[in-house]
């Protein structure tokens, strides 16, 4: 099975012509699965935010005989949760540039796991805080952050030559583009997290000092 995609940031686009391999044409695709991550031509992560949800769900299924049974203690649940179910979901999170949209999707599918942990669900009315707070689970979309800036911090040690600068996108400068808001960047998404979490980028150089600076509580 072979498959393609063209990458295309721009909005002037050539003319696409087929690709063939030992005479068979090789189908293009929107996205593509690489290394557990589905990557979009465009360049989004709607994609991939979908595919870890489902892989989250995946392994709370899996172990559904332990997370649902009343026997088991919630703080035991809880981190059999943090353990297993959590760093499926945020599996490649260090890179996303996630908008308001994704995170809400991901902080939905956490607190419908937690509940059903608990027995219970919305119409019990009981508060996302106080089911947090019986597991033990920090709300995903502040662990979410905090991989972010664990990796920003790696990348700022590095010295310049080193290949993991090669790998950052950057906003083009004096390049024509189209009407609209442009795509949102992991380094936007970086400096928005250090202005709301009141951290300075130049902290991130004392290894120490950062660690403890990122660092988020289990309830």
């Known amino acids: 099975k072979t498959e393609y995609m063209m990458c295309g940031f721009s ?3 050539c003319e696409e012509e087929e690709v063939s391999l030992d005479g068979r044409v090789v189908p293009q695709k929107d996205t593509f699965r690489y290394l557990g991550s589905m990557l979009q031509e465009d360049g989004g992560i709607d994609e991939d935010v979908n595919h870890r949800i489902k ?4 392994k709370w299924r899996q172990a559904s005989g332990i997370l649902c049974d009343k026997r088991v203690p919630q703080k035991l649940k809880g981190k059999f949760y943090r353990t297993a179910v959590r760093p499926a979901m945020l599996y490649g999170a260090e890179c996303w540039p996630t908008k308001r949209r994704h ?7 956490e607190m419908r796991m937690l509940r059903w942990m608990c ?7 009981v508060r996302n805080d106080d089911i947090r707070d019986r597991v033990g ?10 991989h972010r800036l664990r990796w920003f911090g790696h990348i700022q040690r590095r010295p310049p030559e080193a290949p993991v ?11 024509k583009r189209g009407q ?31 660690k403890l600076a990122i660092h988020v509580p289990e309830p």
Do not use: C, F, Y
């Not at 995170?103 to 599918?109: E, I, P, S």
């Not at 027995?119 to 009315?125: A, I, S, V, W, Y």
């Not at 600068?165 to 390049?175: C, D, F, I, T, Y």
């Open 11 to 13: 909005t002037t686009r």
């Open 55 to 58: 892989a989250g769900w995946m």
């Open 103 to 109: 995170v809400q999707q991901l902080g939905v599918a």
């Open 119 to 125: 027995g219970h669900t919305r119409k019990d009315r």
């Open 137 to 146: 689970v920090a709300p995903i979309e502040e662990k979410l952050v905090q």
């Open 165 to 175: 600068h090669s790998g950052r996108l950057k906003r083009a400068e004096n390049v």
């Open 180 to 210: 609209g808001r442009p795509n949102l960047t992991w380094e936007e998404s970086v400096k928005r997290d250090l202005k709301d979490w009141s951290i300075t980028k130049e902290l991130a150089m004392d290894r120490g000092a950062w």
